[in-house]
């Protein structure tokens, strides 16, 4: 869907790529590896909150989080929560939540290289916010009939579940703004730079 994006506007007052110029330069390289970042902490992060900081979760230490494969069987945590948690579906489901969301949010990021969605919103592409919507439905068609739950090894998010995952997926779409910012301002300077060579 996103071979749909229409031409971003000004993309003819960039200055033209050089011949030797690598598909990936070292700003859409940065930009990846930022972003891509983000993605790997948030959906751990929502896994790793489930279970040390959810007043309705264990509230075990991060300590034990990390040592559960040797969790003695008479630990006992927050809410009655024993070792048994560790196999518990809702932390796994909710860090897939997250990044299912994530990546939605960057496919609609990627209608303009630089431009922000303010300026040139995903709706330009319509083929692109179907796919979207088509992706979150599959999502949701698997969380919440009980026999495709099962053989995904999910379950069903509630509200409060979803208000956690938009609560770290959102912030993506303001960290790819700031990125976008920087790279309208990078490629200003190409074109100056361009300028003075003619």
Known sequence: ALSFNPAEP???????????EQLVDSWMLARYLVTGTYVGVATVSGYIWWMCSNPAGPMMTFTQLRDNMACPKTAKFANGFGCEVFNDKRPGTLALSVLVTIEM???????T???????????HNPWLILACMGS???HFVILY??????????????GHDWMLV?????????LDEVLKFFGRQRFARM????????
């Open 136 to 138: 979150v439905l599959t």
């Open 10 to 20: 000004g993309i003819m007052d960039r200055p033209p790529r050089r011949r030797n």
């Open 166 to 174: 938009m609560a770290f997926s959102l912030p993506v779409l303001l």
């Open 191 to 198: 074109k100056v730079t361009a300028q003075k060579q003619e």
């Open 145 to 158: 009939v009980p026999v495709l739950a099962k053989i995904f090894q999910v379950c069903p998010l509630d």
């Open 113 to 123: 290289e630089v431009k922000s969605l303010i300026s040139m919103a995903p709706w």
């Open 105 to 111: 949010f960057n496919a609609l990021n990627a209608v």
